[in-house]
């Protein structure tokens, strides 16, 4: 097996570890946090009632037309509209699933953004 394919299912064992000790309640949803190498998105999901609440992404309008300077600004603005959006629909906690990926560049900053606006992990 090449590097690639070995840190991808890497990657993806590590999201099943997490993912089995994390769910989301309605009291309580999760923040799941997706990326690629050009894309960022986020969404608030209730495993519970099996939900999308909230969703986010790089490609959303509001986002792209104030889309300046790098990825990682980009993640952080993904998080402070995220929070925003959650905190009118009246949450304010959220269980972290940051999907296998290392929590630093583009996932550390989207939680601080969202910190940032209120949310609370």
Excluded at 91 to 112: N, T
């Amino acid at each position: 097996m090449d590097r690639a394919k070995e840190r991808i299912t890497n990657r993806k064992k590590r999201a099943f570890r997490i993912r089995k000790k994390i769910s989301g309640t309605g009291e309580n949803p999760r923040l799941c946090v997706s990326r690629s190498l050009r894309h960022i998105s986020a969404q608030i999901v209730d495993d519970t009632a099996g939900k999308t609440l909230v969703q986010v992404s790089s490609i959303s309008k509001e986002i792209t037309k104030g889309k300046k300077g790098t990825k990682s600004d980009v993640s952080k603005m993904i998080g402070e509209v995220i929070a925003e959006k959650a905190i009118e629909k009246g949450i304010k906690k959220v269980v972290f699933d940051r999907k296998g990926y290392p929590y630093h560049g583009r996932i550390k900053a989207l939680a601080d953004g969202a910190r940032s606006k209120g949310l609370e992990f």
